[in-house]
């Protein structure tokens, strides 16, 4: 299993940014897909999450109306659009994958492979 994630970078408050997650090495509708981010001493939250059974959607309070998670199968792509962004949008992205149950869609603990990382920055 591999994942590429990608599309970091540094934006200012209530600009967008997209980021990408390039799958191989797994089913894709087997398996739950998120989005985490972690910043600096804390831990690692779940932003944007699908299930892998029905499609259903996870996304956390405090993106709600700003972030959207699709795909794109044929390429094997999750993307992340994350519009009106805010400086407490400012972590490490991470995309994960894993066998979870709907209730721990968004628990970082029940992914089982993750992608490096991507920076996004958020200025004032």
């Known amino acids: 299993v591999q994942l590429q994630a990608s599309g970091g970078g540094l934006a200012q408050a209530g600009g967008s940014l997209r980021l990408s997650c390039a799958t191989s090495?797994?089913?894709?509708?087997?398996?739950?897909l998120g989005w985490f981010r972690q910043a600096p001493g804390k831990e690692r939250e779940g932003v944007s999450c699908m299930s892998a059974d029905d499609g259903t959607e996870y996304y956390v309070d405090s993106v709600k109306g700003r972030f959207t998670m699709s795909g794109d199968k044929p390429k094997r792509t999750v993307y992340l659009q994350m519009n009106s962004l805010k400086p407490e949008d400012t972590a490490v992205y991470y995309c994960g994958v894993g066998n979870t149950i709907l209730s721990s869609l968004h628990v970082a603990g029940q992914y089982n492979y993750w992608g490096q990382g991507t920076q996004v920055t958020v200025s004032s």
């Open positions: 090495g797994f089913t894709l509708d087997r398996y739950a």
